[in-house]
C-alpha cells in the first residue's frame, strides 16, 4: 500500500474481543505482571516474546517500531530515547577496538562528535570520504572495516550521496551501511530499498513533527542483525518511553502531507533565496545546479524540507538575519511545522575546528532554514524583510 495509507493505519496489536480503541494505548508501564515464574522466565527469550520490562519491549512502542519499519521497507525496528541515542546505540552495539569506520564528510554535528569521542576514548578510527564514488569507498576499506556511515541529506548542507553506489561498494567488501534518514524521512527515501542494512532516525525531527517530543529508531533490513542489537540496546538502556512513542505515533500520520508542504514551501524559499543579492550560495538539494542535484532526482522523491544559505556578510550577516526573522523561530531544532532556523557553526557544529567545519562545507556565514508548513508566501515576506535589512 502507499506510504500515505501505511503512515495512518499503525501496526497495533488486538486488543481484547470487540471493539477496540482507534488510537494505540499508552501503556505506561515500567513492568508487567505474570502468572507463574515459568512463564515470566520464558519470556525473557528475545524481541518478540511477552512484555517483561519497557526497556526491554512495550506495547505502545513495538506499536511505534513496527509501523516505522514498515514505512521503511525493513524487517524490524528499535525505538530509541532520542536520535543519538539510537545512532549510539548501532555504534557502541556493533564496533569494537580497533575497528574502522567510514563516513560521509558533511554529517551532523552530534554525529561527528560521537565518532571523535569513540576514537579518542575506544580507539575506534572514523575516517572520512573524500568523495562520492564507489571508487572512494573501496579505496579506503581496511580489514577493520566494519561499517560505512551515510545521510540521505547531510545536515546541514543538504549533500546527497548516491545510496544504490556506497552501499553496493560497501557490500562488495562485506561492511554494513548504516544510513541516517533523519532530514529525508522514509517519505522521500526508503535507503533500505538502495541496499542499507540499517537506517536511523532522529524521530524528534519529520517523524514525530510537532517540535514537542524526543526520539529516535534504527530498523534493520535483516531481522538477524535486529535480534543480534537488540540483546545490546537493552542493555544500554536509552529505551523510548511509551508516551514518547505515542506522541511519535501520533505525529506520523500526517507525515506524508507535511513532507509534501515541507518541500514545496522549500522550494519557492530556495528558488528566491537564489535570486537575492545578500545570499551568496544556496543549499537544496533539487534546486539545479546544486552539485547533488542528479543524485537526488534519482534518490529523492522531493528535495526536503531543508534550505541552507551562504550569506555574503559572513558570521555578522548570518548572525543578523536569524535574529530579525520575526515569524520563523531562532531554534536548535528541525522538522517541525513551524519554520525554524539556526546557525549550524555556533550551534549544531560548535564542536568542528575550523578545518573540520571547512571540510563538512559549514561557513561562518551558513544559515539553516527548517522550513515549515505555514503559508509559503508568509515565510518569504519574513525572510526577504530580513535580509533587506542586512
Ligand atoms: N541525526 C540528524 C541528521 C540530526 O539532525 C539530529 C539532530 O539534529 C540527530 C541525528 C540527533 O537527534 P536527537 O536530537 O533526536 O538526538
Known sequence: MDIRTRAVHVV????GEGSWPLSVPIVQSSAFGFGSA?????AMGGPDGQYVYTRRGNPTVR???????????????????????????MLLSLLKPGDHV????????????????????????AEYLPGGDAADVEALMRPKTRLLLLETIANPTGQVPDLPVLTAAARRCGVLSLVDNSLASPVLCRPIEHGADIVVHSTTKYLAGHSDVLGGVAVFADGGLHRRVWGRTVELGATADPFAAWLTLRGLATLPLRMRQHCSNAEVIAERLARHPAVRAVHWPWLPGNPSY???????????????????????????FIERVRLARLALSLGGVETLISHPASTSHRELDSQALAAAGVGEGTVR??????????????????????
Open 38 to 42: 515459568g512463564a515470566l522466565a520464558d
Open 369 to 390: 532554514i527548517s522550513v515549515g508548513i505555514e503559508h509559503a508566501e508568509d515565510l518569504w515576506a519574513d525572510i526577504e524583510q530580513a535580509l533587506d535589512a542586512s
Open 12 to 15: 497495533n496489536e488486538p486488543f
Open 294 to 320: 542528479a543524485t537526488a532526482r534519482t534518490v529523492l522523491s522531493g528535495g526536503g524540507g531543508m534550505v541552507t544559505c551562504e550569506l555574503t556578510g559572513g558570521r555578522a550577516a548570518g548572525r543578523g
Open 63 to 89: 506499536a511505534l517500531e513496527r509501523t516505522v519499519a514498515g514505512l521503511e521497507s525493513g524487517a524490524a525496528a528499535i525505538a530509541f530515547a532520542s536520535g543519538m541515542g539510537a545512532l549510539s546505540g
Open 102 to 125: 567510514l563516513a560521509q564528510r558533511c554529517l551532523y554535528g552530534g554525529t561527528y562528535s560521537v565518532l571523535s569521542d569513540l576514537a579518542r576514548r575506544f580507539g575506534v578510527e
